[in-house]
């Protein structure tokens, strides 16, 4: 009773208050909590990085260890043996430290990659410990079984090593990435929990305001009750006010309220019955005009509408309301040619009716075609009375229209332009372009590898991906760019109305990020990347066929770049690709019109400094340029397929000048003949050398062929085969630029091979850097231990030479003793030293 | 022996067929010998060329490395000659030499020896654990076979620990006759008596028995066995003119 007599609004709030307060206590302290449990997160995280770095530091003492055991292999002296040695006690108790570390400290955190990192130190230490055993033999100078056993160790360990290192290493990744999402996580479910307590505040509060509101219904649910009685007619239904807050007040003012409808109620009904007497006459006409399915206007003879029915309102959207007392004019749209309505008004004057398509406007101001027929409906003195007009909409005949003329235009995958309208698109925008003083900007997209996606995945996923694709290109683009598909997986977007250059890069990064996200195509995820060429009107041509080449152009150089790339156009581009089309041309000639020819630079034996060998290179004699070294023309010869004609050439050319030089005696050496990875690819190699050395009666082991270690890399089974076969016609084969990498050693005894050519850039170096050293040192020795020759390459100074000569390098090639001659040189040299 | 299997003489016409048209055919024999005996079996050749006119060519390696360079085919020769059993046994292997052709030619002695003009003294085989001597060369066990022999050596008599650190291996002999001629004077090396010149001072010569016999072993290899020019020239190596030129060269001829 005391709660009733205070006011609702105190009634409401002070629970309220004290609800709202308990909870806004609850939300502070579940956010305290959840801070801790980011700061718990952020210190797993941390544990995770230093793991990472301790991984990182095992891989890179294990190195460390390897590069130290070749020293000691390579080492001939016991004193130095013994200093290596202290070093890879050192090293061995680091790589200790860092199995402790990761096993005890850090391995809490993440106890479910123990077993992994116990595989890793299980294996590392199996290596380690055969490396231990075989520094046992070294150091009692049993190098010969050391190499053995290091050969046999590095094939059992160390690719698995690497491998499950790489694997601890990813799951780290992962493991970083999974600690991010459970962050993610617990801040969503504190989240949650906040989310909770407020909730459930809110519907305290509201269970209050149910709980006092429903009191409150209560009195009102009686008074409603009053409020029928009175409205069925019993005006004077007693009412009592109880109590003197709102409700109670209103209670009384309606008692109040009664009597006066009590007495408008008579007024309203006479009037109602009027209006309806009325109604029912309007009624019979509006039904026959409304009820006819076709839109009708009436316009009196001053041509003011008059009356619409609902098919006009239907088709309009126009309802009576709008229009009425207006001229018809309302509803034209500029688009109806100003003869129609001459022509219109001419028929009406004269014959009292037309008919033709006019273009109205509908409510929503969009524009459609109708079919109209009017008639002027005139009175038995012929004057005129009013106006008559019907209409169909036929926009969608029309639409059948557009729509074939779309098809036309338009790309039927994507829906996107085609070229033919791209085309004529873009013409119009260079006109306007070059009106406006503004410049436009033309992006070559080309996807890359998109056929790889076609040939794994099917031309349907293809067709679908380009779709996606070019949904995507829309999205990046304004309304009034063009966006056009011109075949296959080639796009062009022309960009207008720019002021500068930058926006089209601006562009060029958004289309970049765009296509390279992630596809669903049919429940595979797909990447795929543009890259992109961009030419600007008006700098880099003035016509279409002009901007599209040098878009053209400028994407062929984004694939250049890397692909995922793009590339404004540069008059220099356009230089380097007609350079490169005219270099393919006339390298063609060149074969035909015999503008190469080879110089050859001698090899020769450490020991006595005889020339050995001859390696053949290929120079192209130009009649402009002069002299143009390979690495100009090769990588084109090789792209172009130009370099099984050209090796074919080499190989005659080489063996030919060797058999003449060879049966005159003037060399009792072989001819090193370079092989490109393509030509180690070609099935006829084997029997085009074995023609080319029939006809010039030279013998296989005469000819020794050398390939990059890279070419033999590319694909090894194949490699190994052609090699094979090569080795079956005698000839010597050669590993170019050999460098020590992990897995040369187990691939290296798999190939039918007889020399190393140690890299120019590890013998340059030989003087300033130990590295280099030592990696020449443990090349020689390792290949010695396989049975093979070495070679060192680019050697230039004489105490580069020495060092080899010291270090039992076979075979010496460089400047210092001779740089690459043409033939006849080549005669001159090795006469006089014949006769020296 | 003198007929020539059918499957052998295919490579053989394959080789004259594509040779013919432009170089005429001229007898040649390469020898792939022990660098130990190089010196003495260029003496042999010369006389051998002067008597028939073949030319010879000569590789001079350690055994090892031409024993692995034979079988990796980077190094071509019609006769093997290695200063130990353990390379021609290792070329028996692998097919490369018939053991029926291998004969012992010659035998060797390992002396232990200083720069000429060193002023060192050796009583006994023991001082190489002394005190005055710094450096011992050997030859590299692995593939020198003089070097396996003075490790066995100094094995038997229970040195190699103690000396152990100071020893500096060499990849063949003649590279550590030079190196030992030019060395400090407290640097010793063992070597062939046959390697010793007028460079060095010899010190100490060790007893045989303390290392198993110095024996060479000759063979020719692989198709060269049927080749008669091959089979002449193995046959002058061994008779008494040849022999004569190992014996003054330090050799020991009269072994089996």
């Given at each position: 009773m005391r709660l009733r007599s205070l006011r609702l609004l105190e009634q409401f709030i002070v629970p309220m208050i004290i609800v709202g307060v308990i909870a806004l206590l609850t939300t502070i302290y579940s956010a305290m909590v959840l801070q801790k449990s980011i700061n718990a997160l952020g210190d797993l995280q941390e544990y995770g990085d230093q793991r990472l770095r301790v991984i990182e530091n095992i891989e890179n003492t294990l190195s460390n260890f390897r590069a130290l055991s070749l020293r000691h292999l390579a080492s001939e002296s016991a004193v130095a043996m013994r200093d290596i040695s202290v070093e890879i006690g050192d090293t061995d108790k680091k790589l200790q430290e860092y199995f402790e570390r990761i096993t005890t400290e850090l391995m809490d955190v993440r106890p479910e990659s123990l077993e992994e990192t116990q595989a890793v130190i299980l294996m590392t230490r199996g290596y380690v410990d055969e490396f231990n055993k075989l520094l046992l033999l070294s150091a009692d100078f049993e190098k010969e079984q050391a190499f053995i056993h290091m050969t046999r160790a590095e094939d059992r360990y160390l690719s698995s090593i690497n491998s499950s290192l790489q694997a601890l290493k990813r799951n780290e990744f992962e493991d970083l990435s999974s600690l991010r999402t459970s962050l993610t996580s617990a801040v969503e479910r504190n989240l949650t929990t906040t989310l909770a307590i407020g909730l459930s505040g809110g519907m305290v509060i509201l269970g209050i305001a149910f709980l006092v509101t429903r009191r409150i219904t209560k009195r009102l649910e009686r008074l409603l009750h009053w409020s029928k009685l009175v409205s069925s007619g019993h005006l004077s239904a007693s009412l009592e006010a109880d109590s003197h807050d709102e409700v109670g007040l209103l209670t009384s003012s309606m008692h109040d309220m009664a009597r006066n409808i009590h007495n408008a109620q008579k007024e309203l009904t006479n009037a109602k019955h009027r209006a309806e007497i009325a109604a029912e006459e309007l009624r019979i006409y509006a039904k026959a005009f409304d009820n006819s399915g076709q839109a009708m206007l009436i316009s009196d003879k001053?041509?003011?509408?008059?009356n619409v029915n609902s098919a006009f309102t239907r088709d309009t959207g126009y309802e009576l309301k709008d229009v009425?007392?207006?001229?018809?004019?309302?509803?034209?749209?500029?688009?109806?040619?100003?003869e129609t309505y001459r022509e219109l008004w001419q028929d009406l004057e004269e014959h009292g009716f037309w008919q033709g398509e006019l273009w109205d406007k509908k409510k929503d101001g969009s524009m459609y075609p109708k079919w109209a027929t009017i008639s002027a409906i005139r009175g038995e003195s012929d004057e005129l009375l009013f106006y008559m007009s019907s209409f169909t909409d036929i926009s969608e005949r029309k639409e059948t229209e557009k729509r074939i003329e779309h098809l036309a235009h338009h790309d039927i995958l994507t829906g996107l332009l085609n070229r033919f309208s791209m085309e004529s698109q873009l013409d119009q925008a260079i006109s306007i372009a070059n009106r406006e003083k503004q410049k436009l900007a033309v992006l070559f997209i080309d996807l890359d590898r998109f056929k790889d996606i076609n040939d794994s995945l099917g031309h349907h996923a293809g067709d679908k991906l380009l779709i996606k694709v070019a949904k995507r290109l829309k999205l990046c683009v304004r309304d009034s760019d063009v966006v056009a598909r011109i075949g296959g997986d080639e796009f062009v977007v022309v960009s207008t109305g720019l002021r500068d250059n930058s926006h089209a890069a601006v562009l060029a990064e958004k289309i970049l990020a765009r296509i390279s996200m992630p596809y669903d195509i049919t429940g595979n995820e797909v990447t795929i990347s543009p890259s992109i060429g961009v030419s600007v009107y008006p700098e880099d041509g003035q016509t279409v066929d002009d901007l599209m080449r040098t878009a053209d152009v400028a994407m062929y150089h984004s694939k250049d770049m890397g692909r995922n790339t793009y590339q404004y156009f540069t008059e220099s581009m356009l230089q380097a690709a007609n350079k490169r089309i005219s270099i393919e041309r006339e390298l063609r000639a060149a074969l035909v019109k015999e503008q190469l020819i080879l110089h050859y630079q001698p090899q020769f034996?450490?020991?006595?400094?005889?020339?050995?060998s001859l390696e053949a290179l290929v120079r192209w004699n130009h009649p402009e340029q002069g002299i143009i070294p390979p690495d100009l023309f090769i990588t084109i010869a090789e792209e172009s397929g130009i370099i099984h004609e050209l090796g074919k050439w080499v190989f005659d050319e080489a063996i030919r000048q060797f058999g003449k030089w060879k049966s005159s005696g003037l060399i009792n050496g072989s001819v090193a003949i370079n092989l490109s990875a393509k030509q180690l690819l070609s099935k006829s190699l084997a029997d085009d050398l074995r023609r080319i050395m029939h006809v010039h009666g030279?013998?296989?082991?005469?000819i020794e062929l050398e390939i990059t270690e890279t070419a033999a890399m590319h694909d090894p089974e194949r490699a190994i085969e052609q090699l094979n076969e090569l080795r079956d016609l005698g000839v010597s084969l050669a590993i170019d630029d050999f460098g020590t990498g992990y897995s040369s050693l187990a691939y290296l005894k798999r190939l039918p091979i007889q020399t190393l050519k140690l890299d120019r850039s590890f013998v340059r170096d030989i003087e300033t850097d130990p590295n280099d050293a030592e990696i020449c040192l443990a090349t020689i020795a390792l290949a010695h231990n396989l049975g093979l020759k070495v070679v060192a390459e680019g050697v230039e100074t004489a105490a580069q030479r020495d060092f080899l000569t010291r270090h039992h390098c076979d075979f010496l090639q460089g400047y210092l003793f001779s740089r690459p001659l043409p033939p006849e040189g080549l005669d001159h040299f090795l006469n006089a030293r014949r006769s020296a | 022996m003198n007929r020539i299997s059918y499957p052998g003489l295919m490579p053989l016409l394959f080789l004259l067929g594509v040779a013919l048209p432009t170089v005429s055919f001229s007898a040649e024999l390469n020898l792939a010998v022990a660098n130990s005996t190089c010196t003495a079996i260029r003496q042999v050749g010369e006389k051998y060329e002067q008597r028939t006119g073949i030319h010879i060519n000569y590789v001079c390696k350690s055994s090892g490395r031409l024993a692995k360079g034979l079988n990796g085919k980077t190094i071509q020769a019609d006769i093997y000659i290695s200063a130990n059993k353990k390379w021609m046994n290792y070329m028996i292997e692998h097919g490369?030499?018939?053991?029926?052709?291998?004969?012992?030619?010659w035998g060797n002695e390992l002396v232990v020896a200083a720069p000429a003009s060193s002023p060192l003294q050796m009583e006994s085989w023991q001082d190489l654990a002394g005190a005055d001597i710094k450096t011992i060369l050997l030859g590299d066990p692995g593939t020198a076979p003089f070097g396996r022999y003075a490790k066995e050596a100094l094995q038997h008599t229970g040195l190699w620990d103690s000396v152990r650190i100071r020893v500096v291996t060499k990849k063949h002999i003649t590279l550590l006759a030079e190196t030992l001629a030019n060395a400090d004077p407290d640097t010793v090396g063992i070597l062939f008596k046959s390697n010793i010149t007028e460079e060095h001072k010899v010190l100490f010569l060790v007893d045989?028995?303390?290392?198993s016999p110095i024996r060479y072993f000759m063979g020719p290899v692989g198709n060269a066995a049927e080749n008669p020019a091959v089979l002449d020239l193995l046959t002058f190596i061994q008779e008494q003119e040849s022999s004569d030129i190992f014996r003054a060269s330090g050799f020991k001829v009269d072994v089996e």
């Amino acid at each position: 009773m005391r709660l009733r007599s205070l006011r609702l609004l105190e009634q409401f709030i002070v629970p309220m208050i004290i609800v709202g307060v308990i909870a806004l206590l609850t939300t502070i302290y579940s956010a305290m909590v959840l801070q801790k449990s980011i700061n718990a997160l952020g210190d797993l995280q941390e544990y995770g990085d230093q793991r990472l770095r301790v991984i990182e530091n095992i891989e890179n003492t294990l190195s460390n260890f390897r590069a130290l055991s070749l020293r000691h292999l390579a080492s001939e002296s016991a004193v130095a043996m013994r200093d290596i040695s202290v070093e890879i006690g050192d090293t061995d108790k680091k790589l200790q430290e860092y199995f402790e570390r990761i096993t005890t400290e850090l391995m809490d955190v993440r106890p479910e990659s123990l077993e992994e990192t116990q595989a890793v130190i299980l294996m590392t230490r199996g290596y380690v410990d055969e490396f231990n055993k075989l520094l046992l033999l070294s150091a009692d100078f049993e190098k010969e079984q050391a190499f053995i056993h290091m050969t046999r160790a590095e094939d059992r360990y160390l690719s698995s090593i690497n491998s499950s290192l790489q694997a601890l290493k990813r799951n780290e990744f992962e493991d970083l990435s999974s600690l991010r999402t459970s962050l993610t996580s617990a801040v969503e479910r504190n989240l949650t929990t906040t989310l909770a307590i407020g909730l459930s505040g809110g519907m305290v509060i509201l269970g209050i305001a149910f709980l006092v509101t429903r009191r409150i219904t209560k009195r009102l649910e009686r008074l409603l009750h009053w409020s029928k009685l009175v409205s069925s007619g019993h005006l004077s239904a007693s009412l009592e006010a109880d109590s003197h807050d709102e409700v109670g007040l209103l209670t009384s003012s309606m008692h109040d309220m009664a009597r006066n409808i009590h007495n408008a109620q008579k007024e309203l009904t006479n009037a109602k019955h009027r209006a309806e007497i009325a109604a029912e006459e309007l009624r019979i006409y509006a039904k026959a005009f409304d009820n006819s399915g076709q839109a009708m206007l009436i316009s009196d003879k001053n041509n003011s509408i008059i009356n619409v029915n609902s098919a006009f309102t239907r088709d309009t959207g126009y309802e009576l309301k709008d229009v009425l007392g207006k001229n018809p004019k309302v509803l034209s749209s500029d688009q109806t040619p100003k003869e129609t309505y001459r022509e219109l008004w001419q028929d009406l004057e004269e014959h009292g009716f037309w008919q033709g398509e006019l273009w109205d406007k509908k409510k929503d101001g969009s524009m459609y075609p109708k079919w109209a027929t009017i008639s002027a409906i005139r009175g038995e003195s012929d004057e005129l009375l009013f106006y008559m007009s019907s209409f169909t909409d036929i926009s969608e005949r029309k639409e059948t229209e557009k729509r074939i003329e779309h098809l036309a235009h338009h790309d039927i995958l994507t829906g996107l332009l085609n070229r033919f309208s791209m085309e004529s698109q873009l013409d119009q925008a260079i006109s306007i372009a070059n009106r406006e003083k503004q410049k436009l900007a033309v992006l070559f997209i080309d996807l890359d590898r998109f056929k790889d996606i076609n040939d794994s995945l099917g031309h349907h996923a293809g067709d679908k991906l380009l779709i996606k694709v070019a949904k995507r290109l829309k999205l990046c683009v304004r309304d009034s760019d063009v966006v056009a598909r011109i075949g296959g997986d080639e796009f062009v977007v022309v960009s207008t109305g720019l002021r500068d250059n930058s926006h089209a890069a601006v562009l060029a990064e958004k289309i970049l990020a765009r296509i390279s996200m992630p596809y669903d195509i049919t429940g595979n995820e797909v990447t795929i990347s543009p890259s992109i060429g961009v030419s600007v009107y008006p700098e880099d041509g003035q016509t279409v066929d002009d901007l599209m080449r040098t878009a053209d152009v400028a994407m062929y150089h984004s694939k250049d770049m890397g692909r995922n790339t793009y590339q404004y156009f540069t008059e220099s581009m356009l230089q380097a690709a007609n350079k490169r089309i005219s270099i393919e041309r006339e390298l063609r000639a060149a074969l035909v019109k015999e503008q190469l020819i080879l110089h050859y630079q001698p090899q020769f034996s450490s020991n006595d400094l005889n020339v050995v060998s001859l390696e053949a290179l290929v120079r192209w004699n130009h009649p402009e340029q002069g002299i143009i070294p390979p690495d100009l023309f090769i990588t084109i010869a090789e792209e172009s397929g130009i370099i099984h004609e050209l090796g074919k050439w080499v190989f005659d050319e080489a063996i030919r000048q060797f058999g003449k030089w060879k049966s005159s005696g003037l060399i009792n050496g072989s001819v090193a003949i370079n092989l490109s990875a393509k030509q180690l690819l070609s099935k006829s190699l084997a029997d085009d050398l074995r023609r080319i050395m029939h006809v010039h009666g030279v013998d296989g082991r005469d000819i020794e062929l050398e390939i990059t270690e890279t070419a033999a890399m590319h694909d090894p089974e194949r490699a190994i085969e052609q090699l094979n076969e090569l080795r079956d016609l005698g000839v010597s084969l050669a590993i170019d630029d050999f460098g020590t990498g992990y897995s040369s050693l187990a691939y290296l005894k798999r190939l039918p091979i007889q020399t190393l050519k140690l890299d120019r850039s590890f013998v340059r170096d030989i003087e300033t850097d130990p590295n280099d050293a030592e990696i020449c040192l443990a090349t020689i020795a390792l290949a010695h231990n396989l049975g093979l020759k070495v070679v060192a390459e680019g050697v230039e100074t004489a105490a580069q030479r020495d060092f080899l000569t010291r270090h039992h390098c076979d075979f010496l090639q460089g400047y210092l003793f001779s740089r690459p001659l043409p033939p006849e040189g080549l005669d001159h040299f090795l006469n006089a030293r014949r006769s020296a | 022996m003198n007929r020539i299997s059918y499957p052998g003489l295919m490579p053989l016409l394959f080789l004259l067929g594509v040779a013919l048209p432009t170089v005429s055919f001229s007898a040649e024999l390469n020898l792939a010998v022990a660098n130990s005996t190089c010196t003495a079996i260029r003496q042999v050749g010369e006389k051998y060329e002067q008597r028939t006119g073949i030319h010879i060519n000569y590789v001079c390696k350690s055994s090892g490395r031409l024993a692995k360079g034979l079988n990796g085919k980077t190094i071509q020769a019609d006769i093997y000659i290695s200063a130990n059993k353990k390379w021609m046994n290792y070329m028996i292997e692998h097919g490369l030499v018939d053991a029926s052709h291998v004969t012992i030619p010659w035998g060797n002695e390992l002396v232990v020896a200083a720069p000429a003009s060193s002023p060192l003294q050796m009583e006994s085989w023991q001082d190489l654990a002394g005190a005055d001597i710094k450096t011992i060369l050997l030859g590299d066990p692995g593939t020198a076979p003089f070097g396996r022999y003075a490790k066995e050596a100094l094995q038997h008599t229970g040195l190699w620990d103690s000396v152990r650190i100071r020893v500096v291996t060499k990849k063949h002999i003649t590279l550590l006759a030079e190196t030992l001629a030019n060395a400090d004077p407290d640097t010793v090396g063992i070597l062939f008596k046959s390697n010793i010149t007028e460079e060095h001072k010899v010190l100490f010569l060790v007893d045989a028995s303390w290392h198993s016999p110095i024996r060479y072993f000759m063979g020719p290899v692989g198709n060269a066995a049927e080749n008669p020019a091959v089979l002449d020239l193995l046959t002058f190596i061994q008779e008494q003119e040849s022999s004569d030129i190992f014996r003054a060269s330090g050799f020991k001829v009269d072994v089996e």
